[in-house]
Every structure is written in C-alpha cells, then in structure tokens.
C-alpha cells in the first residue's frame, strides 16, 4: 500500500465522540515509552503526524486520522501509567476499553511490544483480555534496530514461546523499527488485505 495521504481529523476525550463514519478503522495502543508515535509517523512518512514525546504517556485522547481518504488510523493513549494518580488511571483504562469494546469500525488493533524487554505481565494480561473480548488484535514489536539481530531473534522467539503458553493460533505478529523502516510494507501490506476484504464482505 501507498500512502498517498495522512491528515489528523479529531481527538475525542470519550468513545461516544469519536467521528461517525463507516470507514475501517486501525487503533494502534502499547505501554508508555514503546515508540507508537514514532511508528506511527514512519508507517505515514510524516514526521509529525503524531507528536513525539520524552515524556511517556502524552497521549491522553483518542487521536483519529484519515489515511488516503478510506481508512482511519487511530492512536490510543497508552496503558500502564505509573506516574498519574488513581482516578487519571481510570478514565484513562474506562476511554480506552470503551473505544475497544463499542467502536464497530474497530477492525484491527495493533498492540505494540518494545522488543528489547521481557515479556511484560500488563502486555500478557491485555492481550488475553483482547481475546477473551473477541477483539481482532496484532502484535507490533518495536525498536527491532535497538538490538543485534541475533539478540532480536532471541527476544521474539521468547516472547511468542511466553504466548503459545496461551494462544493457539499465535496472533499475528510484525517486527518494526520506526529508525530504519524495518516492518513498514507488511503492516501496510496488511492492512490494505482487512480492506479488501471488509469491501468484499
């Protein structure tokens, strides 16, 4: 797939504001600090599409952008926020659930994994959430330039030996690298397919 544009429509505090429409939509979500933003402007060859941070967990909205005018591009805030109080924690969890479990043109969520680290309880415990919600999901890892590939192989085939623990099939899964593009042609790649087949559907 070629993107031949990316442009931001909304950010919506509530599921319920999100824009109506009838177009697919991909939601991309993960922990604070996986690089989604970064990801997200290297799938749409636009540095600053989505905005970059030091800081984890800017992103306190559900950020809608329309993709060649046929498919949105979604950017969740992130999961796992150590540093905001109880009640900042709540709505957050409350807005992304919500968006997750109502929004009908949900039709794939990408759930991003820095590669350089353990399996993570949160990551295990959302995606088997996902699951037994029957919520179409992908597993995105990011940062894949941060190791050496031996290292990289390593890490992945751990990580989906901790899934096959509990999925069978395993999800699909990308390995991504916002610095050098690694990554960017099969998500795209893949996401053109949904298309094809919900317009065929």
């Known amino acids: 797939m070629e993107i031949k544009s990316a442009s931001f429509v909304v950010s919506s505090a509530f599921a319920y504001q999100c824009p109506a429409h009838q177009l697919p939509e991909y939601a991309f979500i993960g922990r604070s600090n996986v690089g989604k933003s970064s990801l997200i402007n290297m799938l749409t060859a636009q540095k600053k599409l989505a ?3 030091a800081t984890p967990g800017k992103t306190l ?3 809608h952008f329309l993709i060649n005018e046929n498919w949105y591009l979604v950017d969740l805030p ?3 926020f150590a540093q905001r109080s109880k009640s900042q924690r709540t709505k957050l969890e409350q807005m992304i659930s919500s968006y997750i479990l109502t929004r009908q043109q949900l039709s794939n969520l990408f759930v991003l994994i820095d590669c350089r680290h353990e399996p993570q ?3 295990l415990e959302f995606m088997q959430w996902l699951g037994e919600s029957n919520v179409p999901f992908s597993i995105v890892f990011t940062k894949a330039d941060k190791l050496s590939r031996l290292q990289l192989t390593t890490n992945i085939n751990s990580y989906l030996q901790r899934l096959s623990e509990q999925w069978e099939p395993l999800p699909p899964h990308f ?3 916002a610095e050098t593009r690694l990554g960017r ?4 790649n893949y996401i053109e397919e949904i298309n094809k087949e ?3 559907a």
Do not use: H, V
Not at 185 to 188: A, F, G, I, K
């Open 121 to 123: 309880q949160i990551d």
């Open 61 to 63: 909205l559900i950020n």
């Open 185 to 188: 042609e099969e998500l795209l």
């Open 51 to 53: 905005k970059t941070s």
């Open 175 to 177: 390995i991504t690298s």
């Open 78 to 80: 992130g999961y796992g």
């Open 198 to 200: 919900i317009a065929q």
